[in-house]
């Protein structure tokens, strides 16, 4: 006869990731008091593995460190730009599991098993991506700082209207997006360029999209 | 940032009992919020657990006639799901209206309902808040407050609730459905979870301690033109000075609710039957007892002409 399992949480089911030593109060049973960050200032690591532009990267890291700090100082992919760290310029946008994200609102710890995709993913110096390759032919940008954000975001933006994922810019919900410059720049909106290289940026997408801007 | 142990429970259920078991816990889904705001220390939860594995990630039919939106559901899926679009396009229409295409691809439809306030006061720790530190005064109310609320509001707090999503579900008669630690579930109008600041801002909502939400139910569809106008200060990306979540059935009725002005969803039900009598009729009762500052005077006559406009609209597509 099978007995209701009467531990109201499965054991085994249950991830503890982070370490402290910390003597703690109450805790359940299965949560070893080390586990426990409760009153403490100290730093509580957890181990990882990141699968970043297809290698794999086994990591020891501070719960609070970010996505984009994981990548920019753990392991030297510096592409990636920090901006406002808040998620107000997209300067930090990489591509997770296929979907455009701003890697510095986003915890390195909630990405094991994902597969992450940064601007050093998408193209080298020597072979650069059609959308590297037409920002630099559209002049998409002055000081740069932006750009890593807007050419993940932009190879992303263009998945998302073939995919007919609608945006505010789509006049019905009922047809597929169409590849207008109109619904680009919407989709982009997320990411600020302080040079102002806007119309520049518009031109280089649509014309990876293979439409007129 | 503070120092956090970091938990991923693999049901809705552990995750709700885990976070009683523990002090200072707090679910994370999205995070787009929360980590924003665990930055400036306003938020210091000492556990952190991860639900993005629990399921409730999927939008289902519902027995009535409705559907059922799962509370993992990002905004990105929610907008683009065939079902949506075709039924409920106010609701396709706000999330679309709402932040930027890279946070509608984390942000989940609890998340979304549960975030803060952007009020700029709440967000500065140098500034009087009652909402981030209670007892200590509000700074937005004799200071730069032309975002801010002018109903629903008190003398402690006149943040405004700042989804778009919300406003659109309020609209619809949503219901929420909650699991808390002991197991037990219940469903409730979302009407009923975002609370008024009266004296004490910093509870925003009706959730129990570590009450999770599970799910957005809504009704069979209603029919009727769907009109999200949402108006802010640039075309893109930005929070609502104003927005009108409409709903025009081709005799004039239906229902109105009013995102950026209010610290919950802004829908007065009686003032709906005003709707066949033009936007200032439904407006005078809509926003009757309002309390604005010099600073953000201007939404009241905002909130007449973009319903007018939503109205006129309604008519030249019925």
Known sequence: MDTPDLLPMSRRHLLILGVVTAATAVLPPFISARASAVNSSRPITTSLSLWVNDQQYELDLDTRTTLLDALREHLHLTGSKKGCDHGQCGACTVIANGRRINSCLTLAVMHQGSKITTIEGLGTPDQLHPMQAAFIRHDGYQCGYCTPGQICSAVAVLGEIRQGIPSHASPSLTEPPQLIAGEIQERMSGNICRCGAYSNIIEAISEVAGVNA | ?318
Request: aromatic share 4%.
């Open chain 2, 1 to 318: 940032m503070r120092p956090f142990t970091y938990l991923r429970a693999q049901s809705p259920a552990e995750a709700a009992t885990l976070a009683a078991q523990v002090s200072g816990a707090r679910f994370i889904a999205g995070g787009s919020n929360l980590l924003d705001l665990m930055k400036l220390e306003i938020e210091t939860p000492a556990y952190l657990i991860d639900v993005n594995d629990v399921g409730l990630d999927r939008i289902e039919a519902a027995q009535d006639g409705g559907v059922r939106i799962g509370a993992l559901v990002r905004n990105t899926d929610l907008a683009a799901h065939p079902r949506i679009r075709k039924d409920y396009a106010l609701l396709a229409r706000a999330l679309l209206a709402g932040a930027s295409g890279q946070l509608r691809n984390v942000a989940t439809t609890a998340g979304n309902l549960l975030q803060r306030t952007r009020c700029p006061y709440f967000y500065d720790p140098n500034q009087a808040c009652n909402k981030r530190q209670p007892g200590s005064g509000c700074a937005a109310i004799a200071g730069f407050s032309r975002q801010l609320g002018l109903i629903g509001v008190s003398d402690a707090c006149i943040a405004t609730h700042p989804s778009d999503m919300a406003v659109a579900m309020r609209a619809l008669d949503a219901q929420v459905e909650t699991i808390k630690p002991d197991g037990s579930t219940r469903t409730f109008p979302l009407s009923e979870l975002h609370r008024l600041p009266g004296n004490s801002p910093n509870i925003e909502n009706s959730l129990a301690p570590n009450e999770l939400i599970t799910a957005v139910t809504l009704p069979r569809p209603l029919g009727g033109t769907h009109i999200y106008q949402k108006v802010r200060d640039r075309s893109s990306y930005a929070f609502a000075l104003v927005s009108v979540a409409a709903i025009v059935q081709k005799d004039g009725r239906g229902c109105i609710a009013l995102g950026g002005i209010a610290p919950k969803p802004w829908r007065v039900e009686r003032a709906e039957t005003e709707m066949p009598n033009g936007a200032k009729a439904v407006v005078g009762q809509l926003l009757d007892g309002a309390t604005p500052t010099h600073d953000n005077a201007f939404k009241l006559l905002l909130v007449e002409r973009t319903l007018a406009a939503v109205l006129a609209q309604a008519r030249e597509q019925a």
